[in-house]
């Protein structure tokens, strides 16, 4: 029964992840946040309270043949990327509001962003390594690149900001 609990748990995460990047096509950047809001609260229900309490009840096997979302490290993982693509759709939502955004706080969102991601990749790689293998590797390669893409957008909107507050010198450095 704690099985079918765990899956159904999982694919919902899962399911409101995909259901996010749908939303995030159409341009509906503030529903695909909420969906990859609800995705990282569904792995962080697993992370923190459905499967220590089966793991707390299971012998030595526990999780030996279950599959990589069912694990309590890459339920955490998981849920630290959904949270860096739901903040992704917040700097999304920004930039296609009328007007001149907070480039400073924009920057800090990105930095944000990369940190977590570079963290989903950490976890992945030290905390559940014998999962990592399953999963497939181009979904690495990416959050790879979007960590590269997101420090140098970081970068781009601190410039935007020193510029805006009349430090021309200090824009040209970044």
């Not at 792995?43 to 599959?67: C, T, V």
């Not at 420090?151 to 900001?161: E, G, H, M, N």
Request: aromatic letters at 10%; proline letters at 3%; glycine letters at 6%.
């Amino acid at each position: 029964m704690m099985y079918e609990l765990v899956m159904a748990i999982a694919c919902n995460g899962m399911g409101r992840a995909v259901s996010g990047f749908q939303e995030q096509r159409t341009g509906d950047y503030a529903a695909a946040a909420q969906h990859f809001k609800a995705a990282a609260g569904a792995m962080q229900m697993l992370s923190e309270e459905q499967l220590p309490k089966w793991a707390s009840k299971s012998g030595d096997s526990f999780g030996q043949d279950l599959p990589s979302e069912a694990k309590i490290e890459s339920a955490e993982a998981f849920k630290t990327l959904f949270l860096a693509v739901g903040q992704q759709m917040a700097v999304a939502t920004s930039l296609n509001k009328p007007g001149t955004p907070n480039f400073s706080l924009l920057a800090k969102l990105c930095l944000g962003i990369s940190e977590q991601m570079d963290l989903f990749v950490g976890t992945m790689s030290s905390k559940a390594s014998l999962r990592m293998a399953k999963i497939d590797p181009y979904l690495f390669a990416l959050v790879r690149f979007q960590i590269k893409i997101q420090k140098a957008v970081s970068t781009y909107f601190l410039a935007r900001s020193s510029w805006d507050n009349n430090a021309p010198g200090l824009a040209i450095a970044f």
